[in-house]
C-alpha cells in the first residue's frame, strides 16, 4: 500500500506569516491528493482536490502544489481562524489514506 | 443544498454488529462515490470504505475488511455500513461523505457523524 507521510505533526506560527505543510506519498499517485481542514470539534471540510484545485468558497490564502509523490498546501497569511489540524489523502487508488495530520497552532 | 445525515450509531458489545447508515439529500445520489471514514477519540482520520454511484465497486481498508460491508441504496439515497465482529478499537465517531466523481474523488461533503462506542 502506498503510504502519505506529513510534515511537520505541529507548527505554531503568527498571524500574517505564510504556512507550508508537506505530504509526501511512497509511490507515485498523479496528482489524486486532497487536502482536508478540520477545526476542533467540528467536522472536516475539503479545502483542496486534485493537488491544486481550490473547493469552492475556500479563502485563496489557501494553496495546494505538487505532483507525483510530494505535495504542499500552504497558507500565505495565517489567520486566527485557520487554527485546526490539516490532512491529506490520496485517492489515486484503494486504501483511500490520510497523512497523520498538521496540527496549527497561533504563535 | 447538499445533506448527508448519519444514524445508528451507539454503545455495542464487543463482538457486536451495528449498521450505519447515511440519508443524503440535495445531489444525485445514483452519480456519486461514497465514503465511510473514522476518528477515534483524539486521532486522526481513517479512511474505511468507498462504494461507487452505482454500487457496482467497493474498496476497504484492512483494517475492516471481511468486517465490515459498505452497500447503497439508491432508491433510498441512503448509505450504509454494516459492521460485524466489533472491537474496541472500533470506537470512534464514523463520518460518512460525498465523493467528487463516479468512482472515486475527494470527500466535498461531510456528514456531521455519529458515535460508535465498543464497550463491555
Known amino acids: 500500500d502506498i503510504q502519505m507521510t506529513q510534515s511537520p505533526s505541529s ?16 509511490q507515485a499517485i498523479s496528482n489524486f491528493l486532497a487536502w482536508y481542514q478540520q477545526k476542533p470539534g467540528k467536522v472536516p471540510k475539503l479545502l483542496i482536490y486534485a493537488a491544486s484545485t481550490l473547493q469552492s468558497g475556500v479563502p485563496s490564502r489557501f494553496s495546494g502544489s505538487g ?41 | 443544498e447538499v445533506y448527508l445525515v448519519e444514524s ?4 455495542v458489545q ?24 473514522r476518528q477515534a477519540p483524539g486521532k486522526g482520520l481513517e479512511w474505511l470504505s468507498n462504494i461507487s454511484g452505482g454500487g457496482d465497486s ?5 483494517s475492516v ?32 461523505a460525498k465523493g467528487r466523481g463516479y468512482e472515486r474523488g475527494a470527500s466535498e461533503i461531510w456528514g456531521q457523524g455519529t458515535m460508535v462506542t465498543v464497550s463491555s
Not at chain 1, 500565505?76 to 489540524?85: K, M, R
Not at chain 1, 497523520?100 to 497561533?106: A, D, L, P, S, Y
Open chain 1, 67 to 107: 505532483s507525483g509523490t510530494d505535495f504542499t498546501l500552504t497558507i500565505s497569511s495565517l489567520q486566527p481562524e485557520d487554527v485546526a489540524t490539516y490532512y491529506c489523502q490520496k485517492y489515486y487508488s484503494a486504501p483511500w489514506t490520510f497523512g497523520q495530520g498538521t496540527k496549527v497552532e497561533i504563535k
Open chain 1, 11 to 26: 507548527l505554531s506560527a503568527s498571524v500574517g506569516d505564510r504556512v507550508t505543510i508537506t505530504c509526501r506519498a511512497s
Open chain 2, 65 to 96: 475488511k471481511g468486517r465490515f460491508t459498505i452497500s447503497r441504496d439508491n432508491s433510498k439515497n441512503t448509505l450504509y455500513l454494516q459492521m460485524n465482529s466489533l472491537r474496541a478499537e472500533d470506537t470512534a465517531v464514523y463520518y460518512c
Open chain 2, 14 to 37: 464487543p463482538g457486536g454488529s451495528l449498521r450505519l447508515s447515511c440519508a443524503a439529500s440535495g445531489f444525485t445520489f445514483n452519480t456519486y462515490a461514497m465514503t465511510w471514514v
Open chain 2, 58 to 62: 467497493t474498496y476497504y481498508a484492512d
Open chain 2, 8 to 11: 445508528g450509531g451507539g454503545l
